[in-house]
Every structure is written in structure tokens, then in C-alpha cells.
């Protein structure tokens, strides 16, 4: 009897090792699905992330295209007056407002991906980049006017100065930009855990 209620208790624990053992698995299975779930997720987000920030960089670039035209992508002002057409600078201002526009629309994009970080730095882009806008059509509209209409030396070095402002400002906004989109696709998604 004694062998009997041993083989039972012994079968008994083996049951409930079982259980426990196939339980154990399920529970393991279960969190192994989330977490290639969760990877996943993390891994399609930072692609999303990723095509955002480019197009949004890739918006800036005619910004670049546009003063160059004119000679005035150095930071340092215009390299020569022969690049001063007027119908250089009309294709300018028309490319500097089109591109402030599209970054609008990328910046949406950059807003509805995230994180607030990104957002934030694509945000000052954008507003620099309007900013930027508004400085080269003044400094256009300094240069198309005629000497004698109440232009002088010193109001075109303030307005040379304030373009000058706006651009540096615009650059140090796309730089930083680029350092944020960076640090956040380089973080492979861990800040959505950390919050």
C-alpha cells in the first residue's frame, strides 16, 4: 500500500510539475510575443522617425539652392554683384517661400512621429526658416531699390545685418535638428520605455 500511495503521490507531483512547467511556458511564450511586439513596434516607429526627419532636411536644401543662386549661401554676404539679376532673385524668393512651406508640411509629419524633442527643434527650424524668409525679402526689396528713394549706407548694413542674423540663426536651428534626429533614431526606440 505504502508503494501504491507513493507511485500516486509521485504521479501527483509529476501533474502538477507539469502544469506548473506548462504554465510556466505560456507565460514565457506570452511575454516573448509582446516583446517581439514591442520591437517591432520600436523598430517600424524608428523607420517612420527616420523618413520624417530626411524629408524634412531635404525641405531645407532649397533654401541653400536659393542663396547660392545669388551668391549669398556664405554666411559671409554676397560674393558678386553679377549673380544680382532680377530674375535670379524673383527665382529665389519664390524658392525660399515655396521650401518655408513645405517644411511646414514636414513638420506635421515630425509632430505626429515624435518625440516632443524632435518636434520642438523641427519647430524652431520652421519658425527660423520664416523668419529667414521674411529677412531675404527685405534684404531683396534693399536691393531693388533705387539710391535715391531714401536708401542709405547705414539701413542697408542693418538690413544686411538682420538677413546675415537670420541665416546664422536658421543654420545653428538646422544643425540642431540634425543632432536631435540623430540621438533619437541612434536610441532605438528606448525613450518610448523610459516614459
Request: charged share 30%; aromatic share 6%; net charge negative.
Amino acid at each position: 500500500m505504502d508503494q501504491a500511495i507513493a507511485a500516486l503521490a509521485g504521479a501527483g507531483i509529476g501533474v502538477v510539475g507539469s502544469l506548473g512547467t506548462a504554465g510556466i511556458a505560456y507565460l514565457a511564450a506570452g511575454r516573448q510575443a509582446r516583446d517581439r511586439g514591442r520591437i517591432e513596434h520600436a523598430q517600424k516607429l524608428r523607420e517612420e522617425r527616420r523618413a520624417a526627419y530626411r524629408l524634412f532636411q531635404q525641405a531645407t536644401e532649397p533654401i541653400d539652392d536659393a542663396l547660392h543662386r545669388i551668391g549669398w549661401g556664405a554666411v559671409d554676404g554676397p560674393t558678386s554683384s553679377f549673380l544680382f539679376t532680377s530674375r535670379n532673385l524673383r527665382l529665389s524668393e519664390q524658392q525660399i517661400s515655396e521650401a518655408v512651406q513645405e517644411l511646414r508640411k514636414q513638420l506635421t509629419e515630425i509632430q505626429l512621429n515624435g518625440p516632443d524633442s524632435a518636434a520642438a527643434a523641427a519647430k524652431e527650424v520652421y519658425i527660423c526658416g520664416r523668419i529667414l524668409n521674411d529677412e531675404f525679402r527685405l534684404q531683396v526689396e534693399s536691393v531693388r531699390r533705387t539710391p535715391w528713394r531714401g536708401r542709405s549706407a547705414e539701413d542697408d548694413e542693418d538690413r544686411s545685418l538682420a538677413f546675415h542674423n537670420a541665416l546664422t540663426t536658421f543654420e545653428a536651428g538646422r544643425d540642431a535638428f540634425a543632432r536631435c534626429a540623430r540621438s533619437v533614431v541612434e536610441d532605438l526606440g528606448l525613450e518610448e520605455r523610459r516614459a
